[in-house]
């Protein structure tokens, strides 16, 4: 009977609990390596002040993707929605959430009501307007602004975005950055005061709410089905090209 129940609420069903690898997006070892290179003490110590503070003396973030996929193939089926808390998972008789407050927990991050971050044109973002070229800027190009940089004010700055973009919410390299955040890094106070927990939170919930069901499909009908890759920490997946999300970024193919 009890068996019964378990996979009446479970969200996946036999066949999707398939063997991948789960991947963490997040960039923190090399991005954590490159600032610590780059920042002189004293921006180091300035640093440990920010909004990010607490992780920067992290040497090495674990991740066990094997963990996170067995925790998600045990989600508790919500009707196709996501629960607003945060996601049930089944662990052994009993049902877990990962909430909101779990992770802000974890994490220290601010949390609340998302505000608007007006970029206005592009021609007037400062940041941008001196260290790139072109209006969409991908990870790999704020990374490569950051370690040419010169001026100690926007090498501050820069690695503040920097951190927020491949760390807090593991943007893959080849993708555009949300550009608001070369406008609210010009004011230090608000970009600290930012709710960067709602945000990587929400990432974070849409990744672990789909995976590991999402690239299903895609599987089907090839040969090898199993052996896709998974990720669920930190990003969010992105399926529906050009659609945006509620924070106005831009979701492109994956």
């Keep these: 009977m009890l068996l019964l129940v378990i996979h009446r609420i479970i969200a996946l069903t036999e066949s999707e609990a398939y063997s991948s690898r789960v991947n963490n997006c997040s960039h923190a070892n090399s991005s954590l390596a490159a600032i610590r290179a780059k920042l002189s003490a004293e921006q180091l110590e300035k640093s440990k002040t920010s909004c990010f503070g607490h992780l920067l003396n992290i040497d090495k973030i674990q991740f066990s993707g094997q963990i996170v996929h067995g925790v998600v193939l045990r989600r508790v089926a919500r009707q196709g929605v996501k629960d607003l808390d945060g996601l049930s998972f089944l662990i052994g008789c009993d049902v877990a959430q990962f909430t909101r407050q779990d992770f802000c ?18 021609d007037e973002i400062r940041l941008q307007k001196r260290y790139f070229i072109d209006k969409g800027i991908t990870c790999n190009a704020l990374e490569e602004a950051f370690l040419r940089c010169i001026e100690e004010d926007d090498i501050y700055k820069l690695a503040l975005v920097y951190f927020a973009e491949l760390v807090v919410l593991g943007r893959d390299k080849h993708l555009n950055i949300n550009v ?27 990744s672990l709410f789909s995976a590991p ?19 669920v920490t930190g990003t969010s997946w992105r399926n529906e090209k050009g659609k945006k999300d509620k924070h106005g970024e831009v979701q492109r193919g994956g």
């Design 213 to 231: 069901t999402k690239y299903m499909k895609s599987f089907e009908n090839e040969e090898g089905r199993g052996k896709g890759k998974s990720k």
């Design 180 to 206: 608001n955040y070369l406008t609210l890094v010009e004011d230090l106070d608000a970009f600290n005061r930012y709710i960067w927990g709602s945000v990587s939170f929400d990432k974070t919930q849409d």
């Design 105 to 122: 927990l974890i994490t220290g991050f601010r949390f609340g009501e998302v505000p608007e971050v007006s970029s206005g044109e592009s």
